[in-house]
């Protein structure tokens, strides 16, 4: 039998989430729940449900096509929990306004560019060619992301968001293993979790290196162009990665190779405290109850 023979028996649980400023989202296959913690210590909760392009149009239901709409989908669903969740906690007169958060918005894309950009700027100073312009430039991408993380940890108003991240990851991991979800038992979980988007972020890095080594060289211009018209395409081919990772994680290659994204996620969770858990309790406790698990 092979290392990745030892596939999974049941289909994944396939709930996701995500932190939100004083809250969790946390996301099934056809609902996305928001808990968010208001200054008054209640919580309150948003559910919709998501009309995936995919399931209306069954082609972009493929395999890599499904992934380019799942980015996409995940980033819009993000970013409006973020905007859910920042005005849950404001006072009436500070409120965002859609065209505050649509800069927001902006700059966030700005940023994904820019990691893709500015590495190939540097690298393309030091002459190199073939597989090595390709690997330096990963490290250099790969150093900048980790700059990154560790300038962003040190604000001291993001903590509450990485002690969020925690507790959501601790609380699908308890719900995966099939305990009651109650604070006493999703404390015993780790705060590290193969599946999520920190270990999306390194898969990126490594596909990003096997794709721009194959393209043609067309030239400066064109490589440079490569950088930002490809993310789809590497996003598309990391998140059928990422899937692979979770179908076989029980086989010791996908252990191996997760352990990169784990080590990341050391810098972008914190331990929560029982108030955090019990957020995300609720939001994975709503949305379970709607898909009927």
Known sequence: ??????????????????????????????????????????????????????????????????????????????????????N???????????KEFAIVVVMALSLASFFFIVPYLLTALFGLTGVF??????VLRLAMFLLYLTLVTMWGEFKKILQYHGAEHKTISAHEAGVPLNIANVKKFSRLHPRCGTSF?????????????????????????YRVLLIPVIGAISYELLKLSDRYKGSMIMRILTIPGLAFQRLTTREPDDDMMEVAIKALNEVSKINGS
């Open 201 to 225: 972020i390194f898969i990126v890095f490594l596909v990003s290196i096997l794709l721009f080594s194959i393209m043609p060289d067309l030239g400066f211009v064109a490589k440079l162009a």
């Open 88 to 98: 849950a906690v404001l006072e009436e007169e500070e409120k965002f306004t859609y």
């Open 1 to 86: 039998m092979t290392l990745l023979a030892q596939k999974k028996e049941e289909p994944s649980l396939a709930f996701g989430g995500q932190a939100l400023i004083e809250g969790v989202m946390m996301r099934s296959r056809t609902h996305v729940v928001m808990c968010v913690r208001q200054p008054n210590n209640e919580i309150l909760t948003h559910t919709e449900e998501i009309n995936s392009l995919s399931k209306r149009y069954k082609i972009l239901g493929f395999p890599f096509l499904r992934g380019i709409i799942a980015l996409f989908e995940t980033f819009y669903l993000g970013v409006k929990g973020l905007y859910f969740s920042a």
């Open 133 to 138: 312009f390709y690997i330096v430039e990963a």
